[in-house]
Nanobody
Framework: QVQLVESGGGLVQSGGSLRLSCTASGRFFRIYTMSWYRQAPGKQSELVASVTRDPSTNYADSVKGRFFISRDDAENTLYLQMKSLIPEDTAVYYC???????????????WGQGTQVTVSS
C-alpha cells in the first residue's frame, strides 16, 4: 500500500522560513509528477508547486520567488522550501504524487495527510 507522509510544518513569524518534506513508502513502480497543494480556512484548495521527473517545475504566482520545490527520487521524497513567509501562506499543505504501482497499469493520485503551516504577523 502506497503512503505519503509529510513533515516540517509549524508556526513561524512573518518573513521566516520552513521546509516541508513528503516521503512515499510502500511498493510501487514509479513516481511521476509530485506536487504541493494548500487549503486555507474557508478557501478552496490551490496548487502551490509541482515538479516532474525531468525535472521541470511550476509555481503558483503567489509563491514565485519565495517557494522552491525539489525532489529526490532515490529517497522517494518531495521537498518545499518556503522563504519570506507571509500570513497569507497559512494553510494546511498537502503532498500529492502520481504513482504507477505496477508496470503496465494506470497511474493514480496519492495524497498525504496534510501538515499545518501557520505564519504569524
Amino acid at each position: 500500500q502506497v503512503q505519503l507522509v509529510e513533515s516540517g510544518g509549524g508556526l513561524v513569524q512573518s518573513g521566516g522560513s520552513l521546509r516541508l518534506s513528503c516521503t512515499a513508502s510502500g511498493r510501487f513502480f514509479r513516481i511521476y509528477t509530485m506536487s504541493w497543494y494548500r487549503q486555507a480556512p474557508g478557501k478552496q484548495s490551490e496548487l502551490v508547486a509541482s515538479v516532474t521527473r525531468d525535472p521541470s517545475t511550476n509555481y503558483a504566482d503567489s509563491v514565485k520567488g519565495r517557494f522552491f520545490i525539489s525532489r529526490d527520487d532515490a529517497e522517494n521524497t518531495l521537498y518545499l522550501q518556503m522563504k519570506s513567509l507571509i500570513p497569507e501562506d497559512t494553510a494546511v499543505y498537502y503532498c500529492n504524487a502520481r504513482i504507477i504501482v505496477r508496470p503496465g497499469t494506470l497511474d493514480y493520485d496519492y495524497w498525504g495527510q496534510g501538515t499545518q503551516v501557520t505564519v504569524s504577523s
